[in-house]
């Protein structure tokens, strides 16, 4: 089993920045790329990035692109999304995921607890 725990959540005024971290423990050999996830409220939960573990291959949501960095620290099996320029529409639970380079993307495999990302207007 892999377990992943986020964590960095919190409440920012609209255009500030936040990071948040998720540390892999576990079978971490058995996930190949890790991705971040959100659902807002009353919305279903929605793509936001994901990163290849191997190589460093990215891909961002249109919504992110620009203002979102996903990175990875694999000597810590620890993964990171800096978030820049944050907007109110950006408020939702977020969750840090793993699974297969192809599928991560779109049904990763592990799922963390989430934390709350609040943007104030």
């Known amino acids: 089993q892999v377990q992943l725990v986020e964590s960095g959540g919190g409440l920012v005024q609209a255009g500030g920045s936040l990071r948040l971290s998720c540390a892999a423990s576990?079978?971490?050999?058995?996930?190949?790329?890790m991705g971040w996830f959100r659902q807002a409220p009353r919305k279903e939960r929605e793509f936001v990035a994901v990163?290849?573990?191997?190589?460093?291959?990215?891909y961002y949501a249109d919504s992110v692109k620009g203002r979102f960095t996903i990175s990875r620290d694999n000597a810590r099996n620890t993964m990171y999304q800096q978030m820049n320029r944050l907007k109110p529409e950006d408020t939702a639970v977020y969750y840090c995921?793993?699974?297969?380079?192809?599928?991560?993307?779109?049904?990763?495999?592990?799922w963390g607890q989430g934390t709350q990302v609040t943007v104030s207007s």
């Open positions: 995921a793993a699974g297969g380079e192809a599928s991560c993307r779109y049904k990763p495999d592990y």
């Open positions: 990163i290849r573990w191997s190589g460093g291959d990215t």
């Open positions: 576990g079978r971490s050999f058995r996930f190949s790329a």
